[in-house]
């Protein structure tokens, strides 16, 4: 992407300011250390994660706010950077029914998740007019901890959320764009951050029973010891899903053992988490063949499909006045089979593949703030710096049948270091305006040994991010911002060694938002934002195919709003809204403009109760829009819509909660993909609609008992 001059005229002009912040701070923070702490007022909302972010007023003007945290009940009006990032409590995730554990992602206002396959897999994720894939290009952690896989087996950025268990998560917190100098891979569209809690208000046991054999016990509790909390909790989960020619077979288990202490001024915890899952899968089925009736919509063309899944995790996190360090372990392994074009490559022993992802990770962050008055002005400067470490045993591809492996078609062990330095400047400079400004340096090395010895090799490369964000506080209620920023997402490794076709490790793209956010401190809180976003031209590694694909520059716009409304003590509402349009930049005469699966709108909305007396409701509702399958929009998917319901009732410590999900039993479809195939009875590919339904209407109850 060719940036306008006066793009990375501005930008470098920013940077140059933080650094000069940087050398002034080093100089006069020990003679204005006493003078800052009795001037700057912290954001309460660092205590809840969101480090960057620094209300800084004379106590004598504001003295410092206690905030009452209900869902999206926050004011955040001083604190936020833009208008796109949020926060998520407790409360709110408990009281949404959810189909999967990755829908949790949908409480990032305009998020659609979706699934094309068995559920023990990734999901498919959608934000801002990109098809997200698996991850791509939004980046996800629960505490300090990555989720995206880089370099991973079935697509880079490879988001597995199935090891959350979301009675466990404290929070959620979300930014949308890349104006936020702590975040680096995958932050394009933006991020979202898990936090789990400390400690289980009370010991609690769990079983659910549902249609299509669904069954799930869920236990947590905690207890202290002296200053210390130890925190346990664990789901054991079996679906056989509503597919007519298979069993899914899901079995899913998660452990997870958290040690907290909390101190006046000092925090640490230790969390170990534990995942095993395994499964059959329903993938996608081509539109004609259901039309032809040799399956329906619920059948399968190949039933020996899925894969097994593992996940082993410790982390910890230390937090001491302005200083925070973490670090992190993480085993992760994949085995999956898919088949997506049947006999198209292989008519005689079809077209079933193998992937393989095997893996350790380690990583490490440490950041601290510095308080200080520069021109009379109160300042904040953040500094942090970041570490990861993928050590890639296994990363293949291979032709099978009945999942036995008969030809390799790619197999690598990957190395990839990355390390991250960052700083932010977060000053006041009166009443009403903040600026921030930020800038990030990311370093990528990584070394690929593949089964060709051509295709091996070492590489490495470095990016420079410059971020910036300004708003304007109108009054108590109000608040503007206008933000932009440069993020980038790193490509397959094993792409860029190859000897034709190499692909950059890293990809950068340029973020702008203008938006405001209002807050009656009573009961509505409104936030809108108009957007922009542009992308170089990316070369990515194809993960189902074992080979790079080119694609072309791209523009992004769009607008989104969201509102939350208390219309009652014990009622709200909530409705969110999201507009995008996204093209490829170029023209070229033998591809169309049109970004293949780029949604135009997405809304959704909910009605949620919840009383003293013990009873507790929610119903909501999601629409996303048709959009383009191929360059030219000649193909179009359907648009899709779903109703999800809960009603539950607690009595002392016992408690009842029915979830009917799919509400109306819509026939829509999950997702659509269009590309060619051949089935067993064709001489030839047909290029046809590819999707996966919606799971019918299905009903669940879960009793509770708490000790």
Known sequence: MQYPCSWRTVLCALLRIVLCASLYSASAVAENYVLAHNTVKVDNRNKLGERLQASI??????PTETIDVHGYQVNSIGQSLSASQGYVNQVEI??????????????????????HSGSGKANQYFLRGFNLDHG????????????????????????????????LISSIQYRKGSYYADIGDFSS??????????????PEVSLTLGEYQYQRLFSAGSVKLNDTQLLVGGEQQYYAGPWQDMDEDIRKTNLLMRISKQQENESFSFTAMLYNNRWNAADQIPARAVEQGLIDQYGSLDTDLGGKSKRYSISANWQKGDWSASAYWIQSELNLFSNFTYFLDNPQRGDEFKQVDKRQIWGAEIHASEYFNWLNTPVTLTSGAQTRFDNIQQVGLYQTENKVPFNTLKEDSVDELSMGLWSQLAAELNRDFRLTLGARYDYFALQ????????????????????ANLSYQFNDNLEFYLSSGEGYHSND???????????????????????????????????????????????????DAGNTEASRPSKRYGFEFSGYYWFAKHWNIDLELAWSKARYADVQLDEGRYIDGALPFVASTGVNYASKNGWQAAVRYRYFAPRALESYKQVKASSTQNINASLGYQWQQYALKLEVLNLLDSQDHD?????????????SPVEDVHYHPLEPRSIRVTASYQF
């Open 57 to 62: 007023e004379a106590p004598t003007e504001a």
């Open 94 to 115: 408990d009281s949404r029914p959810l189909l999967r554990t990755g829908e949790i992602l949908e409480f990032v206002p305009g998020m659609v998740v979706t699934q």
């Open 136 to 167: 791509t290009d939004f980046s996800t952690a629960i505490d300090g901890m990555p989720v995206n896989m880089r370099t991973h087996g079935h697509g880079q950025g490879y988001t597995d959320l199935n090891f959350i268990i979301p009675e």
């Open 189 to 202: 569209a933006g991020a979202a951050e898990f936090s789990v809690l400390d400690q289980y208000a009370k």
């Open 448 to 467: 690929v040994e593949n089964q060709s010895p051509q295709d091996s090799g070492s590489e490495n490369d470095g990016l420079l991010s410059l971020k």
């Open 493 to 543: 490794a094993r792409g860029a060694t190859l000897q034709q076709d190499a692909v950059d490790i890293l990809v950068s793209s340029l973020g702008s938002e203008l938006g405001f956010r209002w807050f009656n401190n009573e009961n509505l809180n409104i936030s809108a934002a108009l957007w922009l976003l542009e992308l170089d031209s990316e070369l990515l590694f194809v993960g």
């Open 671 to 683: 997702i659509e993909y269009y590309y060619a195939s051949q089935l067993a009875n064709e001489a």
